[in-house]
């Protein structure tokens, strides 16, 4: 199956009040070209869950400068001080979540988890409202699953079956996002025709991913 569409065709059916996933850390490894086109297509009240903010200007960012966000949940926010003044003006609602902590929510999501059990949180304010559990006298916090609507990721490749290899530290939470989403969309540095990527080098299999973007062409 071909996956590969253009960029407004990857986007169209994001609607207002949606729940996205965006990769990158610190803006590295964010699909930027996909981010600018979400913007162009005009959708609101997002709730987000991407591991940070990145800068104003870079990743998810764009979208908190935008006031695109209704919703965030994040592991900090530090890079990004427009981020930090809508938390407490109340103009978005951010939840912080530990950074393995909102990993694991987004696999057990992906993977059919009805959530895990960590020691991350007990006793400190992320305990607010969650459940606990003991096990073997020691109390855990049950974290419950993450997921999306849309994922929206980069790869540095992707074959036309959607398969992808990410390069170096891009990867951070774009794997687990690809299966904690109704739709994955991936913006791809290059797209190769099916066959030419070693199977050994494939990060994230086909099956995770609905739509590809050749961002390599969109440099041209």
């Known amino acids: 199956m071909d996956k590969v569409v253009d960029l407004k065709e990857a986007i169209k059916d994001i609607r207002d009040g949606d729940t996205l996933m965006i990769g ?86 992906g993977y059919g988890l ?30 419950t699953p993450l997921k999306a609507d849309y994922a929206l990721i980069h790869a540095a490749k992707a074959d036309r079956n959607g398969n992808l290899v990410y390069r170096g530290s891009t990867n951070n939470f774009s794997n687990v996002m690809a299966s904690a989403a109704k739709v994955t969309i991936v913006e791809a540095d290059e797209v190769v025709e099916n066959g030419d990527l070693d199977p050994n080098t494939v990060h994230t299999p086909g099956v995770f991913v609905n739509r590809v973007v050749d961002g390599g062409a969109l440099n041209g």
Request: charged share 25%; hydrophobic share 35%.
């Open 24 to 109: 990158g850390f610190m803006a590295n490894g964010a699909p930027e070209k996909l981010i600018d086109a979400l913007i162009d297509h005009g959708v609101k009240d997002i709730t987000l869950i991407s591991t940070d903010t990145g800068l104003v200007t870079t990743g998810s960012g764009k979208l908190i400068a935008r006031k695109l966000i209704k919703k965030l949940y994040a592991s900090h926010i530090g890079t990004n001080k427009e981020t930090g003044r809508q938390m407490n003006e109340g103009e978005t609602e951010v939840i912080l979540v530990p950074q393995g902590t909102l990993a694991e929510r987004i696999r057990a999501g």
């Open 114 to 143: 009805g959530g895990f059990l960590t020691e991350t949180g007990v006793g400190t304010l992320v305990e607010e409202g969650k459940q606990k559990i003991t096990v073997d006298g020691v109390e855990y916090l049950l974290e």
